[in-house]
C-alpha cells in the first residue's frame, strides 16, 4: 500500500514539476519565477540516522561566486522523499541557495529536519567538506509541502526542538492544519513559532474544504495567529490542487525568502501594504497579520456539499497514511 500510494505521489509530483510555466517577466512574480542566474549541482550523500538514509543536496556549482549561500531545509509530503521535488529544489538553488532534503517519508514532526539541520552545522565546520564555511547560518530557511507543512511548524518550534531560532522564516505549502497534524503523529503548537512565516494553500476542496488539509479559517488563519511574529502572509492560490499549488507559488516562494533573508528591497515590496500578492489575479484571501484592512471579507469555506466524492477519498488517503505506515511498519 505504501509504495502504491508513494509511486502514485512521484509520479503526480514530479509530472508538475516537469511542466513547470515560464513566461516573459511583466510583473515581479514573473521576475522570480523563472530560474536564476546560478548553475546547479547536485549530491546524495548517505547517512544511518533512524529515519531515513540519504541527504539529498542542491547548490550552486559555483560555490566561490560568493563568500557564503543562504540555505534553505525542505520538508516533502507523506510517503515521497525531498528528491521527488528535484526539479522545484534546483530551482531554489539557482537562485542562489544551498537546498538540503532527505529521504525521510514522515517530516511532519520536524526530527529529521533537525537532524539535517546538525547536518548543515557539521557541513559547514568541516574542513573536508565542499560546504565549509560557505552556508551562512544566519540565514537559514524551512520550506514544506502537505505533512512537510506542518514539518516546518514543528521544526520551528521555539519549545519542541534547542535549534529552532536558528530558522530565520518558514514557507508552508498546503500544509496539514493543526488537528490532522496531530492525527498523523505529527502536532504543532503555532504559538511556539517566532519567526515570520509564509502560509500557503489551494482553493480545491481537498485543501481547502471544511475538512480538508488546509483550510482557510482552521489551517492558514488559525496558525497566521497564532505564530508569535507580526510579519505572517496568508494566501491562496486560485484554480490550483494540492501539488500545483507549490510548483505555481515557487515565485514568490522566492521573493519571499529573498525579501526576510537577503532584505531584498524589490521582494519586499510584493509583500508591503498594496503590495503585488494582495492583487494578484492568480491569488485570493491574501491577508498580512500586521495590517487589518488586508482582511478578506468573507473567509468563509465552502460548504461541505460542495466536496467532491474524490476529494473526500484523498482526504481519508492523507489523514490515514500515518496511522497505515505505523500499523504496517513499513520502513
Not at 531584498?264 to 509583500?271: G, L, M
Amino acid at each position: 500500500m505504501k509504495k502504491v500510494i508513494s509511486l502514485v505521489l512521484s509520479l503526480i509530483i514530479i509530472c508538475s514539476l516537469f511542466a513547470m510555466p515560464t513566461k516573459a517577466a511583466t510583473t515581479i512574480e514573473d521576475y522570480y519565477t523563472p530560474h536564476g542566474s546560478y548553475g546547479v549541482s547536485s549530491a546524495t550523500i548517505d547517512c544511518s540516522e533512524e529515519n531515513f538514509s540519504c541527504y539529498n543536496i542542491y547548490y550552486p556549482t559555483d560555490l566561490s561566486a560568493k563568500a557564503q549561500f543562504p540555505a534553505i531545509i525542505f520538508c516533502n509530503g507523506t510517503g515521497v522523499t525531498s528528491a521527488t521535488y528535484g526539479a522545484l529544489l534546483k530551482h531554489f538553488a539557482s537562485w542562489g541557495y544551498i537546498v538540503f532534503g532527505n529521504n525521510c517519508t514522515s517530516t511532519g514532526n520536524g526530527a529529521s529536519t533537525h537532524k539535517t539541520l546538525e547536518y548543515i552545522i557539521s557541513e559547514n565546520s568541516n574542513s573536508a567538506s565542499k560546504f565549509y564555511n560557505k552556508i551562512d547560518l544566519d540565514k537559514l530557511a524551512v520550506v514544506g509541502h502537505s505533512q512537510g507543512g506542518a514539518g516546518t511548524m514543528n521544526a520551528c518550534s521555539t519549545g519542541k526542538y534547542k535549534n529552532a531560532s536558528m530558522f530565520r522564516t518558514l514557507v508552508s505549502v498546503n500544509g496539514v492544519q493543526a488537528s490532522l497534524a496531530a492525527f498523523q503523529g505529527a502536532g504543532y503548537d503555532a504559538k511556539q513559532i517566532k519567526c515570520p512565516a509564509f502560509l500557503i494553500g489551494a482553493d480545491d476542496d481537498l485543501d481547502a474544504g471544511p475538512t480538508g488539509l488546509c483550510p482557510l479559517e482552521t489551517g492558514l488563519i488559525a496558525n497566521m495567529n497564532n505564530i508569535q511574529n507580526s510579519n505572517v502572509i496568508i494566501g491562496q492560490m486560485k484554480n490550483t490542487d494540492h501539488t500545483t499549488a507549490l510548483i505555481n507559488s515557487r515565485g514568490y516562494i522566492i521573493a519571499w525568502l529573498n525579501y526576510i533573508l537577503l532584505g531584498d528591497p524589490t521582494a519586499e515590496s510584493v509583500f508591503k501594504d498594496g503590495g503585488e500578492i494582495y492583487t494578484n489575479s492568480n491569488w485570493q484571501n491574501v491577508t498580512k497579520k500586521s495590517a487589518s484592512s488586508n482582511t478578506p471579507a468573507d473567509p468563509s469555506e465552502p460548504s461541505g456539499s460542495n466536496a467532491s466524492l474524490f476529494s473526500r477519498i484523498m482526504e481519508i488517503i492523507f489523514t490515514f497514511w500515518n496511522l497505515i505506515f505505523k500499523i504496517f511498519g513499513a520502513k
